[in-house]
Structure formats: C-alpha cells, structure tokens
C-alpha cells in the first residue's frame, strides 16, 4: 500500500525534506485570491475514473503538502480543487511546488522535465478551459480550432526533438482535446441548430465514438468523457429516435473502453433494473475478474433477502465456460446450493440432493451448484468424478456472490420461485424432511 502523508502547514517543511530523501515526491502548494478552495485532493486514473490517494484541509496560512510513493504503474497524479484536475508527474525525491490562483492550479517549480512539458501544454490549452461571461458560444470554436493547431505545432517540435515524452504528450493532448471539446458542447449547447456544425472537428467527431485507444482510461475523465458524448449525440444528435446501449457500444471500437462504459452505465437507483442490465451485459464481459467489478460494484443497488423480493441473477460459468443466469430459468422452482469441494458437510448433501434431481428430473424445478472454489481445475475435476447432476456452476470465491447474500458458511441452500422471487433464502438442506416435504406439496 503506497504511503501517503498530507500536510497542513509549511511548517512541517522538515518532514516533507525527510520524506523526500527516502523517496517520496512532494507537493508544495499555496493557495491565494478570492474563492480559494479549502479543501484540495490528490488524485489517479483508474479504469478511466478518479481515484482519491488523499485530502488536505487548506491551512489558514493558504498552504498544503502531500508526500506520496509515486505509483509504479503510471507517474501521473492529478490535484483537484472540486471543479478542476491538474495534472503533474510525480517522480521519487523531487518537490513539486504549484500555486491555485484565479480559479486554478500552476507550476511554481515544475521539478522535472515531464512537468516541464506538461506546463507548456497547460498554457496553450487554457483557452479552452476558462470563459468570460461575455463569450459568445460560436466564438469557442475558433479558440478550438487555434489551440488544436499550436497543440499540432508543439507536438511536432517534441518528435523533432526526440523527445522522450513525445508519445505521453501526444495521448494527453488529443485526449484533453477531446474532452475540452465535448464537455463544452454537451455543457452549453441549448439550441438543435447551433454553430458547433460549422467545425469540421465536430463533424468527425459525430460519426462515431471517435477514440479507438485505451489510453483514455489513464485519464480521470475517462469514463463521463464516453457519457457526455453519448448524452449528447442522442439529446441533439438522434433526438427522438432511439440511441440505445447496444446502439452506443456498437460505436466503441476498443474491448477495453467498451467494457468500461458498460461498468459506468449499471444501473444504481433499482435492484431489478440492475437484474435486468446485468443480465444483459455481463455476459459480453470477456473475463471473470472484470465480471466481478460489475457483480460486485460499490454503487450497484442491493436486493432484499425476504421471500417474494426479487432474487439476484447468480450469473456465473459452467463446466465448459459458458455463462448462465437465473433468467433462464424463469417459471421454474430454482433450488440452489452453495458449496466447495473443502467443505465436508456440503460433500455429506451430495448424495441426498442426487436423490431429489433423480426423483423430480421431469418436475418443474431445477437444481443448482454452485461452488465457491478458488481453484477451478479441483472443482472441475470433483464434478467430473462424483457426476454431479444437476446446473453446476463456478463462483471462484465467497467475494463473487452477491454481497447482500452474507452467507457466513456453506452449504447454503437457497429456494428461487418461477417469477425469480426469493421463497427462502436459507432453504432446508436436502437430507431435511423439510425439504422433501415441500417439494412432494409443489411437485407431485
């Protein structure tokens, strides 16, 4: 875990020299003018969205700090004042000092030669990140148009130069380019017929999603990047004719991106909406840890465990790869157990539960296993030895099933009804007279 240490005062300037010299990078900053923020974060990119590393309270002097263990994945942090990103290059032993000064950041003292760059680039970009009141919405595309073709001259003075940052630039500007672009068009447009048609960017730019690089999840922007566009092209673009998921993903050339924008669309405000999408779209997820981002996804709503709430979908993967759902299996009785090939009570089950798939084969109920065995070839090869009937499905992991669930042990015997409700979500094992009885009163 990368240590961190935030500072509230230019007073501790001993500690952040210390931190320095084992290698931390700092971050010096003071903040002045009117409306400074009080609180600034520390920020990555990940999966195309801001991830907080820290927060600092601004201290009343108007300074702040960070030291950091830069990342060994990507150099690039981003300090964020609630409204704006910066981005900086945050290297081991180096002191960075920025200033917040009219609404945003700047170097002070770069401290090495990517933020050296990156302060060139941040100049010539301002245009397009800072309005006067009195700004005409037409007159955003000529700036456009004048930053994108100092942005082309400055790149080809870093490839004329061989410089080392030239492909990191190139990404970042045609990138930030992009998103200066459509967040101010999907911001201030109000009118079908605006001046924005006008702008031969613009025209690409509609064809379709116009980013085919993965690169775009490096930026914190990334994920509401593909939003806004697609909000857009179908608010002014399609207006009343459908622009739907699939429709919008079709667009999304790159795996990766496409993955991502399907994880940054789950639905968050309804558990059956969320059954619904999810049903839908993890199976076009080509593995199973980006299928568990999506089933286990910190904002997903949670069903309820009562009888007649709806039961969650338990997607997961046979013996030979394929997913299935509990959609499937929708006007049927589901009996579903939750075991492992460690767990020696679950193994006692076995013989009473081959009873009951053999007794109601033809009935309407269907049996399903799934395991929560982190090793998949010991699991295969148990289903394959004992002939275990029934649906038998791997989960991998107690962490892959729905959090709502909280099982605690295993087994676990759950009882779905035909319209995919919970009856019981601690059903009676099969070696219970319970359960026989139950399946002789619905079944027989």
Not at 19 to 35: P, T
Not at 374 to 392: E, I, S, Y
Not at 412 to 428: C, H, M, V
């Amino acid at each position: 875990m990368k240590r961190i240490f935030v500072f509230l005062s230019l007073v501790l300037l001993a500690m952040l020299a210390n931190a320095q010299s084992d290698g931390f990078s700092c971050i010096q900053g003071k903040v002045e003018g009117e409306n400074a923020p009080r609180e600034i974060k520390l920020l990555r990119a990940e999966h195309g969205a801001p991830i907080i590393c820290a927060t600092t309270q601004v201290s009343a002097a108007g300074s702040f700090g960070f030291a950091i263990e830069p990342s060994a994945d990507s150099a690039y942090y981003y300090l964020y004042d609630g409204k704006n990103y910066f981005r900086l290059c945050l290297q081991p032993s180096i002191t960075i000092k920025v200033v917040w000064s009219g609404d945003e950041f700047n170097f002070i003292e770069p401290a090495c030669k990517e933020n050296q760059v990156l302060l060139r680039w941040y100049s010539m970009e301002r245009p397009l990140r800072f309005f006067r009141k009195s700004d005409s919405y037409a007159a955003f595309f000529q700036r456009f148009d004048s930053v994108a073709a100092v942005s082309k001259s400055f790149l080809e003075d870093l490839k004329q130069a061989d410089s080392p940052y030239f492909m990191q630039m190139e990404d970042i500007v045609r990138l930030d380019l992009l998103n200066d672009f459509v967040s101010y068009i999907s911001k201030y447009q109000q009118s079908y017929e605006s001046e924005e048609s006008a702008s031969a960017y613009y025209r690409n730019l509609m064809q379709r999603f116009p980013e085919t690089s993965a690169s775009l999840l490096c930026q914190p922007y990334g994920c509401t990047l593909m939003k806004e566009y697609f909000n857009y092209k179908q608010t002014y673009i399609y207006r009343q004719r459908e622009f739907s998921m699939d429709q919008q993903l079709a667009e999304i050339q790159n795996t990766d991106l496409r993955m991502e924008y399907i994880l940054a669309n789950i639905p968050t405000d309804d558990f059956a909406r969320y059954c619904e999408y999810e049903d839908r779209y993890l199976p076009l997820l080509p593995d199973e840890k980006i299928r568990s981002r999506m089933r286990n996804h910190e904002h997903r709503p949670q069903g309820g465990m009562r009888q007649g709430e709806k039961a969650p979908n338990l997607i997961f993967q046979d013996i030979e790869g394929r997913l299935h759902s509990m959609t499937e299996l929708l006007g049927k009785w589901v009996y579903v157990d939750i075991w492992a090939t460690w767990c020696v009570p679950c193994k006692a089950e076995i013989p009473d539960l081959k009873a009951l798939e053999e007794k109601y084969k033809k009935s309407n109920v269907v049996f399903v296993s799934i395991s929560i065995d982190k090793n998949h070839a010991t699991w295969k090869r148990f289903v394959k030895d004992k002939q275990l009937g029934g649906l038998q499905l791997w989960a991998g992991d107690w962490s892959e099933l729905p959090s709502e669930m909280e099982l605690g042990s295993v087994p676990r015997f759950l009882l779905i009804d035909p319209r995919g409700n919970w009856f019981d979500s601690n059903a009676p094992r099969p070696s219970s007279t319970e359960i026989q009885r139950f399946f002789h009163e619905k079944l027989d």
